[in-house]
């Protein structure tokens, strides 16, 4: 997605930035610490600020006036108090489940995130990317890279937007960064040992060894200027056109124009059965169902049969398990294809669906408005009168008539490409609606359990971020593919910390404040920093030490280095490690 950076992201980063900033109140322009844990003067938390970590310190039956009185326990953006909920809502006696509720809307969030983004967000980008007849490698490391990212850098985004909650985003970055590098990378080797791609791996490790530095010298300096933070996203460009130049040079030296897959090459192997449509195209069964006679659906079979998430036939083939989780992806999966539209160029009709895609007229617009600003700009009532979601409807009704009545089910029009754009921009607001949740909902587990933004941000959030990476990578490598594997985890991250990092701190920053402030007070930032440049610096050493060939051995040592340092992690955060006083 090199030269398209512009093209492709302008739209959806600007809405993102819009997003991130959520919140009615301005921007802080104080420093802003990354994990604050210092007691402001009020031992009663009457709105002159107390940390809201030290409410689990007071009396129960004073948590709810604490928690509505301190400017510190507002959650920024988002559509639920988590906080006012499970301090005023849960009595005190039912907190554990309390948590237990938001732990499993935790892992649905997640969920959220993963179905948006692999059957929504990078269908579209893949549809965006061909319309625009871009190559293969740049199409892999700006669309591919941005759709497989995109859960990542949004949390990133939101995170950033709230001084209080950057420690999640730096903790996330650096959190997601080594448990792929060290865990996915060393799970690669030991499903399948192989000889990695020596150039392309030199390359992605030097660049991301950069942006570690850069991000380590930023926190150092505690503070991010403009310059800095535009300097993060020019380096991104810098590694497209690396990628770029070094297939151009690969294939001239091969003389034959053919290049071996990228990295970032969209026509990777995936799993097969998320290859199979859920409709009557499906792959297995397109010859043996195929009517013998020319048939022409109606709209209303068409509509019902698009708006289904289940594929009968696959229900009946596939394990318990398999089924277990469909059932608590439908409920997303039906609102999602409500509301955002697929392109899909593998298809022969496009994925044109008239009476659908006629719907989503109407409904991507109105997600857009209802989501941006948490629904503030969607309820404004123009001239005290008519509301703003009102007025999206009803043009998008109007529209959505003439598309209908102008257009057949059989052949999709020549301006189906919009649709892309549309889905594009549709799913965009459902993964930052979701992010924000995400981040709000990790803030409140660390108030209650007395945790750093950091250790959530580098444990949960990116773990929870890191899930689907790990499954299509180890399934990869056991598909036969381990260099592709091993070269999608370090050159994803790349995409990760150098436009989470760029993008939400440039999103931070106002016209009367072009510094971001950064000061960390956690001796935990320094060792996760610290651990993930030494994991760098190992694999540049010990990959070429071994002339490439990546077996069992170096798997294990990736795997205990990662166990060691969350060890020391852990430790570092419950105080049991801690600097000497001087």
């Not at 190559?135 to 995109?150: C, E, I, P």
């Not at 310059?227 to 297939?247: N, R, S």
């Not at 030296?253 to 969209?266: S, T």
């Not at 409500?338 to 298809?347: G, I, S």
Request: proline share 5%; with cysteine.
């Amino acid at each position: 997605m090199g030269t398209l950076w512009v093209l492709s992201l302008a739209g959806a980063l600007s809405l993102a930035g819009a997003l991130a900033g959520d919140s009615g109140a301005p921007r802080a322009v104080t420093p802003a610490a990354l994990d604050t844990g210092s007691t402001r003067e009020d031992p009663l938390g009457h709105g002159r600020g107390l940390d809201c970590r030290e409410v689990r310190k007071h009396n129960s039956s004073e948590w709810c006036r604490f928690v509505r009185g301190n400017p510190d326990c507002r959650l920024d953006g988002g559509f639920l108090d988590y906080l006012g909920g499970v301090f005023c809502v849960f009595p005190p006696g039912l907190l554990p489940l309390a948590v237990t509720l938001y732990a499993l809307w935790l892992l649905y969030l997640f969920v959220i995130l993963g179905v948006t983004a692999e059957k929504f967000f990078c269908p579209n980008l893949s549809a965006i990317s061909t319309n625009l007849k871009l190559s293969h490698n740049v199409a892999g490391v700006t669309f591919l890279a941005f759709g497989n990212g995109a859960p990542d850098v949004f949390s990133a985004v939101v995170a950033f937007s709230d001084p209080r909650t950057a420690g999640l985003a730096v903790g996330a970055v650096f959190g997601a960064g080594i448990f792929v590098t060290t865990v996915v990378a060393g799970g690669i080797a030991l499903v399948k040992p192989f000889t990695a791609a020596s150039r392309p791996f030199l390359r992605d490790a030097i660049f991301y060894m950069v942006a570690v530095f850069l991000t380590f010298l930023v926190l150092y300096l505690g503070r991010i200027t403009l310059g800095e933070a535009l300097g993060y996203l020019g380096l991104y460009v810098f590694y497209v056109f690396a990628v770029v130049l070094c297939t151009w040079i690969h294939r001239r030296q091969r003389g034959d124009g053919l290049a071996p897959p990228g990295p970032w090459e969209p026509e990777m192997p995936t799993d097969a059965e998320e290859r199979e449509s859920s409709g009557t195209n499906s792959g297995d069964y397109g010859e043996e169902y195929r009517p013998l006679l020319p048939y022409h659906e109606t709209s209303l079979r068409i509509l019902t049969t698009a708006l289904s998430p289940l594929d009968q036939r696959k229900w009946r083939r596939k394990p318990w398990y398999w089924r277990l989780f469909k059932v608590f992806k439908v409920p997303v999966e039906l609102v999602l294809l409500l509301t955002v539209p697929v392109v899909d160029p593998d298809k022969d009709d496009l994925n044109w669906k008239r009476p659908l895609n006629c719907l989503h007229i109407v409904t991507s617009p109105l997600l857009c408005v209802l989501t941006l600003k948490s629904g503030a700009y969607g309820l404004y009532q123009i001239q005290g009168i008519f509301p703003v979601w009102g007025l999206v409807m009803l043009v998008g009704s109007v529209l959505a008539i003439i598309i209908f009545l102008t257009t057949t089910n059989e052949e999709p029009p020549k301006y189906h490409c919009v649709f892309a754009f549309l889905g594009f921009l549709a799913s965009a607001m459902w993964i930052n609606a979701a992010a924000t949740e995400l981040v709000n909902i990790l803030r409140t587990l660390g108030i209650i359990f007395q945790l750093s933004n950091t250790v959530l941000g580098l444990t949960l959030l990116a773990w929870g971020n890191s899930i689907g990476d790990t499954f299509s990578d180890l399934t990869m490598a056991r598909q036969g593919y381990p260099r592709m594997a091993f070269s999608a985890c370090f050159g994803g991250i790349i995409f990760n910390i150098l436009v989470g990092v760029g993008l939400g701190c440039l999103l931070q920053m106002t016209s009367s404040q072009l510094v971001v402030k950064l000061e960390p007070d956690s001796l935990l930032v320094w060792i996760l920093a610290g651990a993930l440049g030494l994991s760098l610096v190992f694999s540049f050493v010990a990959v070429p030490a071994q002339c490439f060939q990546l077996g069992k051995a170096y798997g294990v040592c990736l795997i205990l280095y990662y166990l060691a340092f969350l060890c020391v992690a852990l430790l570092t955060e419950f105080r049991v490690i801690g600097l000497a006083a001087a």
